[in-house]
């Protein structure tokens, strides 16, 4: 069964710092690209960030460019966001989600196959 275990959310003030994890099982996680999204009310999810499989190819929102980074760690099947310099416009559930094209972290969610539970991140002005 494959599960993605999403942690690290939070109440947070503008200006400050989260690291959210997301931890991989049943799947062979270094085949796989991944990428993170965020939700809110009323809205799409939106593409945050992503990652090859083999850690060479990162993207970003440009509305987070410069200010959250993705990495991921595939001993231990898991990918991380750190996020610094929160705004309250980066408030939402925070996704991470799996990608079987290893090559490409696509912005679509569409193309992504499994997705965690979500984590609420929260940043107040």
């Known amino acids: 069964q494959v599960q993605l275990v999403e942690s690290g959310g939070g109440l947070v003030q503008a200006g400050g710092s989260l690291r959210l994890s997301c931890a991989a099982s049943?799947?062979?996680?270094?085949?796989?690209?991944m990428g993170w999204f965020r939700q809110t009310p009323g809205n799409e999810r939106e593409f945050v960030a992503g990652?090859?499989?083999?850690?060479?190819?990162?993207s970003y929102a440009d509305s987070v460019k410069g200010r959250f980074t993705i990495s991921r760690d595939n001993v231990k099947n898991t990918v991380y966001l750190q996020m610094n310099s929160l705004k309250p416009e980066d408030t939402g559930v925070y996704f991470c989600?799996?990608?079987?094209?290893?090559?490409?972290?696509?912005?679509?969610?569409?193309?992504?196959?499994?997705w965690g539970q979500g984590t609420q991140v929260t940043v107040s002005s």
């Open positions: 990652i090859t499989s083999n850690n060479d190819i990162t």
């Open positions: 989600a799996a990608n079987p094209n290893s090559r490409y972290s696509d912005r679509r969610p569409r193309y992504y196959i499994q």
């Open positions: 049943g799947l062979t996680f270094s085949s796989y690209s």
